[in-house]
């Protein structure tokens, strides 16, 4: 009798586990939300530039507090869509408290209502060289060009933690950005560290530098952020940016966080299968 050789079954993934031809994981944006409408405002604008960016992926928003809608009611919402796969990426440019405890609690807490759902926090958006890139631009559209970096000293002014992690990462970002060619860039805070924002640009002017600017280094607008603006115009400062809001460069790096994320997915569904 003639054996008859068959191709082999292909892999199958693991229980839960989604299959080659699944659709890709959910990004759900997760915000911290603001009393602030321009905060809401301004995250949308933000995720509306990621869709357009990859229209085949499906993008949510989720708030941890004050906007609608929740963390919680989205997951729900997904869960009831048949959903299984979620990449949850924490809308933040340090990891501190949020990021830390904030986040992972809420998810930790919806996967146990929703076991149907397999959650993965993404890693939060900073540092990244796109960040840089997304500052400088804000800087040029402010008034000044690649021509005035020598001459021009930053303050890269933040929100502020009392995180010392998101501290060293703030000062190290103002390192690395001062060696392409700026001519001194210093950290600031609006809340938790010190400098203030108008401090920073004073210690500069005592300094003698001949140009001082405020690169904001948040998201969106807000009572922080309004801090920072404040203490720009109370110490004269010379140039303020905007803040970062939907700018083409952060919407490349939450695909960029969202695409780590589901690739290391995918490694362990190949692993498991």
Known sequence: MRHLSLPPHPARPARGEPGPDASPPVLLVVAHGSRDPRHAATVHALVRRVRSLRPGLRVETGFLDFNAPSVTGVLEGLAADGVRDVVALPLLLTRAFHAKADIPAVLHEATSRLPQLRIRQADVLGPSPLLLDAL?????????????????????ASAGSS????????????????????????????????????????????????????????????FLPDRIVRGAREAGADVLADVLGPAPELARLLLTRYDTAASAAAVTVAMSA
């Open 163 to 222: 995180d010392p992690e998101a501290i060293a990462v703030i000062a190290e970002i103002a390192r690395e950005w001062r060696r392409t060619g700026w001519c001194a860039v210093r950290p600031a805070f609006a809340s938790a560290s010190l400098p203030r924002t108008e401090d920073a640009v004073r210690e500069l002017r005592a300094e003698g530098v001949r140009r001082v600017a405020v690169a904001p280094y948040v998201i969106a607008p807000g």
């Open 136 to 156: 400088e631009q804000r800087l040029y559209e402010a008034g000044l060009g690649p021509g005035d970096k020598s001459s021009t000293g930053v303050v890269l």
